[in-house]
């Protein structure tokens, strides 16, 4: 069965992280995806390959010179045929190249047009170069992970894919929606820092109230265990903190779930037994603990494997699963202009003109 956006076609101008899963995401969601990239290095993700694959299956590739002469002319043509544009340059570079998002839309009304940057179209930030360490910095995300002097970086690029890639993908899916009764698209302008931020919803409404999220707390505290590993505790509530209390057999220390004292005796309790042990102990108890997981374990988990989050052939899928895990695109992801004639001939471009737009080097 297709997926609920079959019969969109997707114009892709971006590479790395943010941009590629947000058109993962719509792929999976059923909509074709032209992947534009550059005649020379293409996508600079390409040089990790697994990487790559994981966001690009699917997708078909066209290579195009975007500063020569009829560069632009020819993604103007992509454009005609397309539903969407999401496009990841620094501001100002597509107004460089003619294609500005104001004149795309003037030109293709119908056409919703995202632009993906780190700090968005407007303000003193808007043409600086960025990546997720800093987005999450000036988001304030970072000052709240690690309880030492200085914060610990995540080991995963939230700004990216979810202040970035996610955010753009509801943003294009609320403009489709629109256009579906206006018959106009709309230029959105989705910013990475901005999209961050948003886990800090509740506390950007009450940054003074106390917060118990942090980890000093016994009750909510990620714990070594023996041998190495580690338990995650979330007994936030009086009743998990207690059924936590009694499966470790201390029941002295119920009430005590958000006393700062308490943490180096759990911190000790917890150095006793591996963190397999610790899971067969609390699971039963259903008091909000889970082992973390590594990277390399996660396919195995029997949560995941009966959720069917990887395909057949052990690449991993994007979610929500609107789309079941078997009917979703498993073609590997293109080469760099592998698809550069057939888009060409789609947007109606003859084979006199694809033979000398490769001849002036304008497409691979």
Same mark, same amino acid.
């Given at each position: 069965?297709?997926?609920?956006?079959?019969?969109?076609?997707?114009?892709?101008?971006?590479?790395?992280?943010?941009?590629?899963?947000?058109?993962?995401?719509?792929?999976?969601?059923?909509?074709?995806?032209?992947?534009?990239?550059?005649?020379?290095?293409?996508?600079?993700?390409?040089?990790?390959?697994?990487?790559?694959?994981?966001?690009?299956?699917?997708?078909?590739?066209?290579?195009?010179?975007?500063?020569?002469?009829?560069?632009?002319?020819?993604?103007?043509?992509?454009?005609?045929?397309?539903?969407?544009?999401? *496009?990841?340059?620094?501001?100002?570079?597509?107004?460089?190249?003619?294609? $500005?998002?104001?004149?795309?839309?003037?030109?293709?009304?119908?056409?919703?047009?995202?632009?993906?940057?780190?700090?968005?179209?407007?303000?003193?930030?808007?043409?600086?170069?960025? #990546?997720?360490?800093?987005?999450?910095?000036?988001?304030?995300?970072? $000052?709240?992970?690690?309880?030492? *002097?200085?914060?610990?970086?995540?080991?995963?690029?939230?700004?990216?894919?979810?202040?970035?890639?996610?955010?753009?993908?509801?943003?294009?899916?609320?403009?489709?929606?629109?256009?579906?009764?206006?018959?106009?698209?709309?230029?959105?302008?989705?910013?990475?820092?901005?999209?961050?931020?948003?886990?800090?919803?509740? &506390?950007?409404?009450?940054?003074?109230?106390?917060?118990?999220?942090?980890?000093?707390?016994?009750?909510?505290?990620?714990?070594?265990? &023996?041998?190495?590993?580690?338990?995650?505790?979330?007994?936030?509530?009086?009743?998990?903190?207690?059924?936590?209390?009694?499966?470790?057999?201390? /029941?002295?220390?119920?009430?005590?779930?958000?006393? /700062?004292?308490?943490?180096?005796?759990?911190?000790?309790?917890?150095?006793?037994?591996?963190?397999?042990?610790?899971?067969?102990?609390?699971?039963?108890?259903?008091?909000?603990?889970?082992?973390?997981?590594?990277?390399?374990?996660?396919?195995?988990?029997?949560? #995941?494997?009966?959720?069917?989050?990887?395909?057949?052939?052990?690449?991993?899928?994007?979610?929500?699963?609107?789309?079941?895990?078997?009917?979703?695109?498993?073609?590997?992801?293109?080469?760099?202009?592998? #698809?550069?004639?057939?888009?060409?001939?789609?947007?109606?471009?003859?084979?006199?003109?694809? $033979?000398?737009?490769?001849?002036?080097?304008?497409?691979?």
């Amino acid at each position: 069965m297709p997926g609920p956006l079959a019969g969109f076609r997707v114009v892709d101008l971006t590479r790395l992280y943010p941009g590629p899963y947000a058109t993962l995401l719509l792929a999976d969601l059923g909509a074709e995806i032209v992947k534009v990239e550059d005649v020379a290095e293409g996508d600079l993700l390409r040089g990790l390959p697994e990487q790559f694959e994981a966001l690009n299956r699917g997708k078909r590739s066209i290579a195009i010179d975007l500063k020569a002469r009829e560069g632009p002319g020819v993604l103007r043509r992509l454009c005609a045929r397309a539903d969407v544009l999401i *496009e990841g340059f620094r501001p100002g570079v597509l107004e460089r190249l003619g294609c $500005s998002p104001a004149a795309l839309s003037a030109e293709f009304p119908r056409l919703v047009i995202c632009s993906l940057t780190g700090f968005g179209q407007t303000g003193p930030l808007r043409g600086k170069a960025g #990546h997720d360490i800093g987005y999450l910095a000036l988001g304030g995300v970072l $000052s709240r992970c690690g309880l030492g *002097e200085a914060p610990a970086l995540p080991g995963a690029q939230f700004a990216d894919f979810f202040g970035g890639g996610l955010q753009a993908v509801v943003a294009v899916l609320a403009a489709l929606v629109e256009r579906a009764a206006t018959g106009r698209g709309r230029a959105l302008d989705v910013a990475m820092t901005e999209g961050a931020m948003q886990a800090l919803l509740p &506390r950007l409404a009450d940054p003074s109230s106390e917060d118990v999220l942090r980890g000093d707390r016994p009750c909510y505290r990620v714990y070594g265990c &023996r041998g190495g590993g580690a338990v995650a505790l979330g007994a936030l509530e009086p009743k998990f903190w207690e059924r936590f209390c009694t499966a470790v057999g201390r /029941p002295d220390w119920e009430g005590q779930q958000f006393d /700062p004292s308490l943490c180096p005796a759990v911190d000790e309790l917890f150095l006793g037994r591996t963190r397999d042990e610790w899971v067969a102990l609390l699971e039963p108890a259903d008091c909000c603990a889970e082992p973390v997981l590594r990277v390399e374990e996660l396919a195995a988990h029997p949560q #995941h494997l009966a959720r069917s989050l990887w395909l057949r052939d052990g690449r991993p899928r994007s979610l929500p699963a609107v789309v079941e895990t078997a009917q979703l695109p498993a073609a590997r992801a293109p080469r760099q202009g592998e #698809h550069t004639d057939a888009v060409l001939r789609e947007a109606g471009a003859s084979d006199e003109e694809i $033979s000398a737009l490769r001849a002036a080097a304008v497409v691979r």
